[in-house]
């Protein structure tokens, strides 16, 4: 183990797994890259695809995984002017991977989160 990564041991908060939860902090996050999976869309589809998202916060979203590799913007040449967005390799490994891993689990185990969840909501009140 390298002294960098003993160090991440040390500090949790400093450590990729933190930056890899990130990815899943913003709620429309998860979603975007789901809607993407399919292929490249323009800004359009993907808002349609997608459903209750407004314009600010598929800017926002899209501006978070662009940044983070996962997503890719392509402007082609034309008039009127087009652009796609599409998953990267990064961005394929992480929704092919753990977001279809997490898909199968909440599939196996969405009632019960959500019975857990109505019931400590009950306790509180």
Not at 36 to 58: F, N, Q, V, Y
Request: glycine share 8%.
């Amino acid at each position: 183990m390298s002294e960098r990564e003993a160090h991440c041991y040390e500090l949790v908060a400093d450590c990729r797994m933190r930056a890899a939860t990130d990815l899943f902090a913003h709620t429309w996050d998860p979603v975007v890259l789901a809607a993407l999976r399919p292929g490249p869309r323009r800004r359009r589809e993907l808002r349609a695809s997608i459903g209750g998202i407004s314009d600010k916060a598929l800017t926002e979203a899209l501006h978070r995984l662009l940044a983070n590799g996962l997503v890719a913007r392509r402007a082609y040449a034309e008039a009127p002017p087009r652009v796609e967005y599409g998953l990267t390799g990064l961005g394929r490994s992480l929704v092919d991977g753990p977001m279809t891993a997490l898909g199968r689990w909440i599939l196996d185990h969405g009632d019960e989160l959500l019975d857990a969840q109505e019931t400590a909501t009950d306790k509180s009140v």
